[in-house]
């Protein structure tokens, strides 16, 4: 399923980490100059070319579970014409094995930092999508599938991966855990947990199954 609907632009003051950091980075192909390192350097002035065949892939690998709420990628069209990426795959597992698409995005001449909520819960008046639970995961990968005007080699000018808004701590409240709660109960209790805490109780914020075998597959999205 296509998605051309950006998502709202994140601030410093969302108090949202920064993940990429953790990650070990590849692509699958660069030209001499524009490396991997030109999309980690907080330059849009710099970026990474790619020089192969289509689709063009970025990948992340964690060395240990992480929980991924979003990624923004930097995209120029008045600078970079046919190199802009036009439609992306965002992918994610626990490897190379089994990754999983969470979104499929099409973009018209972007320009700027474009983010992606990776599991969009509703969308409002505004166009803008709230975020549901997020994504745990080993690896992620981001997949140009085509470029602006049908061109062969992408230019991407920055990528930023990022955890769940950290909310301050409330001491009178205590999140409930909708295992330990009878049926009639249970709507209660997930709407005062966090996506962390659902998926970490086997539940993915947008069903009602909390089986072990649910458990099982929760990094199958």
């Known amino acids: 399923m296509s998605e051309s609907i950006h998502s709202e632009q994140y601030e ?3 108090e949202r980490p920064e993940l990429s950091h953790l990650a070990s980075w590849s692509v699958s192909s660069h030209k001499y100059g524009f490396g991997v390192d030109n999309l980690r350097d907080g330059n849009d002035n710099t970026f990474w070319q790619s020089e192969g065949p289509q689709p063009h ?5 964690f060395p240990k579970r ?4 979003a990624i923004s990628v930097h995209m120029s069209h008045p600078r970079d014409d046919s190199y802009t990426p036009s439609k992306l795959s965002i992918r994610a597992g626990t490897g190379l094995h089994d990754l999983q698409e969470v979104r499929h995005m099409e973009f018209n001449k972007p320009d700027g930092w474009i983010s992606i909520i990776l ?7 505004n166009d803008q999508e709230k975020e549901g639970p997020p994504i745990p995961c080993h690896h992620l990968r981001i997949i140009i599938l085509s470029n602006h005007l049908n061109g062969k080699d992408t230019h991407v000018r920055g990528l930023k991966v990022f955890g769940s808004k950290i909310h301050s701590q409330n001491p009178s409240f205590t999140p409930i855990s909708p295992l330990s709660q009878s049926s009639s109960n249970q709507g209660s209790g ?3 947990t966090t996506g962390k805490q659902l998926l970490e109780l086997g539940h993915d914020g947008l069903s009602g199954f909390t089986s072990n075998q649910f458990k099982m597959h929760e990094f199958i999205r």
């Open 12 to 14: 410093e003051e969302d």
């Open 57 to 61: 892939l970025i990948d992340l690998s």
């Open 66 to 69: 992480v929980h991924i709420s």
């Open 190 to 192: 997930l709407r005062n």
């Open 119 to 125: 599991r969009p819960m509703e969308i409002n008046e």
